[in-house]
């Protein structure tokens, strides 16, 4: 039974098994930093960091807005339909992504010092990532939707081992300024091994691909923007209220949960490709029978995990981290982001590796703008009344409904589809 089992996901098991070490490579990596940063660093430097890598991602999230996602879907389909439009993706989604990141870091360096203020110059240490993540996005979503995970594994994961002694030197000598440049460095280096390991494309423009990709991946961009601004914009506000200390205890916490997400994240990426093909097929009924089962295993997991943590993780902050474990609002602060990974393990294989290949990017869109730009009103209300713990607050519930209603949406779009077919 179990062999039968593994022959029929032998495709996803051995794609997701490669996907782990490419992210251990790359994820492993930047996971390295903060966890440097959080041992060298005192917590208000740690603040300050995570308070800059939160607005410089802000911005990153403009220069991909979606791309890398949406090149992923088209690849695949690409891949099967017109070779011609696959050899196209990479130059046509590059053009897209460099005039994003140039009016994106025109502003930041016009506008950046009348918000920032003091802490001004530590985003510009990072401006260079404006353009260097979303071109390693793209790459990785031009891999896997080629199925290339191997290879990606093989790339990210060398790279990843040579950076290793130049990130350790810079945190270790140059203290905050150091991690702030060996995000950079490491993102260079790692453009440039996919950039050689990727060499079937061409240098002519397609309209056809920068309409069909940037016209998803704007509706994408929109749902990408929408969750940002309901988890991730009250580390901004947070800043303004000069909370820094407090930013740097949740963004340990919640660094902590986004890696033991990563599993259900790449399970995913690496199904998307597959659930693009059924979309493209219009095999609506096999979309839903396997929507449904996603749903009841990632809902039980979820809480199996959940429970799991509540006890275990508390005992390594305490050994591993000390200086944040004995704060006073380390307690409700991890229970709050224990919801929110709860939840989040229900929504990260299901958004990445069925709403989004499915074609259902702008419901996704829809829900995540209203939801976020609630959040953010709710951030903003819970802050002069609670303080830190009211955004931290909003973001576990505008999490859960994150979970619970887009699903709900979803679930009628897709069984209106499969009935409309009989």
């Known amino acids: 039974m179990l062999k039968n089992k593994y022959r029929r996901h032998k495709e996803t098991v051995h794609n997701l098994t490669w996907r782990i070490l490419q992210v251990f490579g790359k994820q492993g990596i930047t996971f390295l930093i903060f966890i440097l940063c959080a041992k ?41 339909k017109d070779k011609e439009k696959l050899k196209s993706v990479l130059f046509n989604s590059g053009l897209i992504i ?17 918000y920032l203020r003091e802490r001004y110059i530590y985003v510009l240490y990072l401006l260079p990532l404006v353009f260097l993540a979303p071109m390693t996005s793209l790459y990785d979503g031009i891999y896997r939707g080629l199925k290339k995970f191997k290879q990606l594994a093989i790339i990210s994961t060398i790279i990843g081992f040579i950076s290793v002694t130049f990130v350790y030197f810079l945190i270790k000598q140059y203290g905050l300024i150091g991690a702030l440049i060996s995000q950079n460095l490491f993102y260079l280096i790692l453009l440039l091994g996919l950039g050689l390991g990727y060499k079937d494309f061409n240098f002519k423009i397609n309209q056809r691909v920068i309409k069909e990709i940037g016209k998803y991946s704007f509706v994408y961009g929109l749902a990408i923007l929408g969750n940002y601004l309901f988890i991730r914009f009250g580390i901004l506000i947070l800043g303004h209220y000069n909370y820094i200390e407090e930013i740097a205890t949740y963004e340990l916490i919640n660094k902590i949960f986004m890696v033991l997400l990563l599993p259900f994240s790449l399970l995913g990426q690496v199904v998307a490709p597959n659930f693009a093909i059924y979309s493209a097929n219009k095999e609506n009924k ?25 006890f275990i993780l508390p005992l390594i902050f305490k050994i591993f981290f000390s200086e944040y474990f004995i704060k006073p609002y380390f307690k409700i602060t991890f229970l709050l982001s224990l919801i929110i990974f709860v939840t989040n393990v229900w929504a990260a294989t299901f ?27 709710l951030s903003l209300i819970l802050v002069n009344y609670m303080g830190f713990i009211g955004v931290i607050l909003s973001f576990t519930f505008t999490s859960f409904i994150m979970a619970f209603g887009l699903r709900l949406f979803y679930f009628r779009n897709i069984n209106s589809y499969t009935k409309s077919n009989f």
Do not use: C, Q, R, W
Not at 50 to 72: E, K, R, V, W
Not at 103 to 111: Q, R, V
């Open 40 to 80: 060298f660093l005192v917590p208000y430097d740690f603040g300050i960091y995570n308070y800059s890598l939160t607005i410089i991602f802000f911005l990153i999230m403009f220069g991909d807005f979606g791309i890398s996602t949406a090149t992923s879907k088209y690849v695949a389909e690409y891949n099967i």
């Open 98 to 114: 460099l005039a994003i990141s140039i009016l994106a870091t025109i502003l930041t360096i016009i506008l950046g010092s009348i």
């Open 286 to 310: 096999k979309i839903y029978e396997k929507s449904i089962k996603y749903t009841i295993i990632f809902l039980i997991t979820g809480l199996f995990l959940g429970l799991i943590f509540y």
């Open 351 to 377: 958004d990445a590796g069925i709403l989004i290949p499915t074609g259902h990017a702008k419901l996704m869109a829809k829900f995540y703008l209203i939801l976020g730009i609630f959040g953010v009103l």
